[in-house]
């Protein structure tokens, strides 16, 4: 159970979804501050007024220009962490709302407890990927054009090309791990792990975090069912 104070804003216009995310935050974040809104401009309104360390945003208001949105927010709040309960199990829409910024995605009909991890792991600066992404055969960016096509290109192949150093990188940034975590579990020094980060995105031809442990879970996996 999380005990620093933290304020959340919920965002969503069904009032029954906010009301019960609400009592799910008040058992798991009890000493938190929860701030509820029904639309984008009143969650960055309420921003704007004050800190917010966490943004939950629900899949009704993903329609139409809700990516934008997302996007918009990440480049006006860039500390603020956001996590999208969404309702598309479509991986491209995951992978969308991880490039537009959000910190991770989790199923809205999922249950409590991926909920709850999902929480944990952004809360820790991880990025949360829902077990099904790693499952998928490409991976693809905000505006669709395409990562990678995972099974065009052996995954052996492709884990070869990283160097031992980038793939103990890539392993700590799909287990969620920030730069500082891993420089302390790998005895480097920040800088370097930056360096090594830089290197890891070229390699899998991705632009974010998101993107390197979307990719990272379904390599990774692969690796683990051919053993």
Do not use: W
């Not at 392993?171 to 920040?190: C, F, M, Q, T």
């Amino acid at each position: 159970m999380t005990t620093q104070r933290q304020t959340i804003l919920l965002a969503d216009a069904d009032e029954f979804f906010r009301t019960a995310l609400k009592c799910i935050l008040q058992q798991t974040h009890s000493a938190s501050q929860i701030v509820d809104t029904e639309t984008f401009d009143e969650a960055v309104s309420a921003i704007g007024e004050g800190h917010v360390d966490l943004i939950l945003i629900g899949s009704t208001l993903l329609e139409g220009d809700g990516y934008a949105q997302i996007r918009a927010m990440r480049e006006c709040f860039p500390t603020t962490s956001i996590l999208v309960v969404g309702a598309s199990r479509r991986r491209r829409d995951v992978i969308v709302a991880l490039e537009a910024g959000a910190n991770g995605v989790v199923m809205k009909d999922g249950g409590i407890a991926p909920l709850v991890a999902a929480l944990r792991c952004v809360a820790e600066g991880g990025i949360y990927v829902p077990p099904f992404v790693a499952q998928a055969e490409s991976f693809c960016s905000g505006d669709g054009s395409e990562l990678r096509s995972i099974l065009r290109e052996p995954v052996v192949g492709l884990l070869e090309e990283l160097s031992p150093r980038q793939r103990e990188v890539l392993e700590l940034v799909v287990s969620g791990k920030s730069n500082k975590e891993i420089a302390r579990a790998l005895k480097l020094g920040e800088g370097t792990v930056k360096v090594h980060m830089s290197a890891l995105f070229r390699a899998l031809d991705v632009h974010t975090r998101s993107a390197a442990a979307a990719i990272g879970s379904k390599l990774f996996g692969d690796r683990l069912r051919a053993a």
